[in-house]
């Protein structure tokens, strides 16, 4: 096989050099772009030329359906799905840029709103952002997603391939969003954090110190005044259930498997989060 780039290919046919041949496994690519280079305007060759040595991309790099954990719940829009494409070589360089070392958080937001269509990626709750990063690294690099994971008991370290797509997700239901708190025993209804929110109170700590904004009402009182004295004269067992209920929500991609330790057999967990290989090919 040659050594050529298409950028070679390109180049020579727009100098009206045809390639030199490389034998039977090339010459069906080599002599329509050389037939492109004698019929065509020198202004379309380089075109018609990558559209030829691209004919088998372009289905690879379709849109995508998919679901969201969330199933419209929490969007104004009312968004139950969105579309994904895979990653480009462009986007590749931008995942490993020095930028993306430095501000990890603002790379991948560029990347999922230049790779997902159909809601603004800022309003995504991290679960379903969690779970369309995972669906975008299948369809980019491939479903198998390697994991080492070194055993609690002995130390062995064990690499495992995760299948991306046999993850389970657990669909949002009205009732993690609405319930009875153990000790005031008064209803409430909750707001579920968005990405931006992350991004608008800098920390999950700070996030945590605002909780009466993620509550939209106590026994059908709204006004947040009033919720935030509730909030701290109230038991804490009430305040651990609202923190668990908003912070550790219920739904989306499940985030841990187990497996046994070849070295001594024991049962380990592990958790399901990015890792160096994400963006490497399976």
């Not at 994971?149 to 389970?168: A, E, P, Q, R």
């Not at 038991?235 to 923190?243: A, H, K, P, S």
Request: aromatic share 8%; hydrophobic share 35%.
């Amino acid at each position: 096989m040659s050594e050529e780039s298409i950028v070679d290919l390109v180049k020579k046919h727009q100098a009206g050099v045809a390639p030199e041949p490389e034998g039977p496994q090339s010459t069906g690519v080599a002599e329509k772009a050389q037939a492109m280079a004698e019929t065509l305007p020198a202004d379309r060759r380089s075109e018609e030329i990558l559209d030829q040595l691209l004919s088998k991309v372009a289905s690879k790099m379709s849109w995508v359906e998919v679901d969201l954990p969330s199933r419209g719940l929490l969007y104004e829009t009312g968004t139950t799905s969105v579309k994904i494409r895979p990653f480009t070589f462009d986007e590749e360089r931008m995942l490993k840029s020095a930028q993306a070392m430095d501000s990890p958080d603002e790379t991948l937001e560029k990347l999922l709103r230049r790779c997902v269509e159909g809601i603004d990626v800022a309003m995504l709750t991290p679960q379903d952002r969690l779970y369309v990063l995972f669906r975008l690294r299948g369809i980019s690099y491939g479903d198998v997603y390697p994991i080492e994971h070194s055993c609690d008991n002995c130390g062995t370290v064990s690499k495992l391939d995760l299948s991306i797509k046999t993850l389970g997700v657990t669909p949002l239901e009205e009732s993690m969003m609405k319930f009875t708190l153990p000790d005031s025993e008064q209803e409430v209804q909750i707001k579920l954090p968005r990405v931006q929110d992350v991004h608008l109170y800098n920390s999950l700590e700070a996030i945590h110190q605002n909780m009466h904004l993620f509550i939209y009402s106590v026994a059908g009182v709204k006004d947040k005044t009033i919720i935030e004295a509730f909030i701290r004269k109230t038991t804490v067992r009430d305040i651990d259930t609202l923190r668990s209920k908003i912070f550790s929500s219920e739904y989306g991609m499940e985030d841990k498997f187990f497996y046994s330790c070849q070295g001594c057999g024991k049962r380990n967990q592990v958790s399901i989060d990015l890792n160096p290989n994400f963006f490497t090919a399976s």
